[in-house]
C-alpha cells in the first residue's frame, strides 16, 4: 500500500492511494566461507564457519599437501591458491591426497544466511601442520567455495621501517 501525496525524485506527487501485490522471489541457493583467513593454530580450534542460504545439503571436501612437496605446490597453484571459487578440481597425487569428501545436511532458515560450523579436527590429523584445501560446494554444482589452510605451531609478525625489516617468528 503506498500512500496519496508520496513524491517522487523528480518532484511528482501521487494523486491517489494505491495497493497492490509485489512477489519477491527466493534467494539463489549459495554456500561460501565466512571468513578469508588462512591460518589455523595448532593448539587451537580447528573450525570453519560457512555461509549457507536455501540449501539442504554441502559437498564438501579436504585435501592435504604433502609435505616435501610444498614448493611445487606453489609453483603448480600459484596465485591461485587465493581464489575463493572451486571448480571440482582435484588436487594432482603428486602434490597430495583428498582426505575426505562426503555431503553433509545443513539446515536454517529460509532466504536467511545461515552458519554452519565445519569442525576439522574429525578429518584432519592436528598434530600434523601443513597445508590443506576445503573445499565445499552445492550437490551436483561444479562450483564453490575453497580455503587453503595453513595449519602451524609458529606465528609471524613483520614490521616495515624506513631502512629495515623487522620479523618476529
Known amino acids: 500500500f503506498v500512500d496519496q501525496g508520496l513524491s517522487g525524485i523528480d518532484g511528482a506527487v501521487l494523486k491517489q492511494a494505491e495497493s497492490g501485490n509485489v512477489q519477491i522471489p527466493d534467494l539463489y541457493p549459495y554456500v561460501d566461507f565466512r571468513d578469508q583467513g588462512m591460518f589455523l593454530s595448532q593448539s587451537g580450534f580447528k573450525s570453519l564457519i560457512m555461509e549457507t542460504v536455501n540449501t539442504s545439503e554441502v559437498e564438501v571436501t579436504v585435501d592435504r599437501v604433502y609435505e616435501n612437496n610444498l614448493f611445487m605446490f606453489l609453483d ?6 587465493f581464489r575463493g571459487t ?13 582426505l575426505y569428501a562426503k555431503v553433509m545436511g545443513t539446515s536454517g532458515t529460509k532466504n ?12 584432519v590429523d592436528v598434530d600434523q601442520p601443513g597445508i590443506y ?6 550437490v551436483d554444482d561444479w562450483e564453490g567455495s575453497q580455503r587453503w589452510l595453513v595449519v602451524t605451531d609458529l606465528g609471524i609478525t613483520a614490521k616495515l621501517g624506513d631502512n629495515e625489516l623487522l620479523v618476529w617468528v
Do not use: T
Open 86 to 98: 572451486y571448480y571440482d578440481d582435484y588436487m594432482p597425487h603428486s602434490l597430495g591426497d583428498r
Open 112 to 123: 536467511v544466511v545461515n552458519d554452519f560450523r565445519l569442525e576439522l579436527d574429525k578429518y
Open 76 to 81: 603448480y597453484y600459484d596465485y591461485s591458491m
Open 133 to 138: 584445501r576445503v573445499a565445499a560446494r552445492m
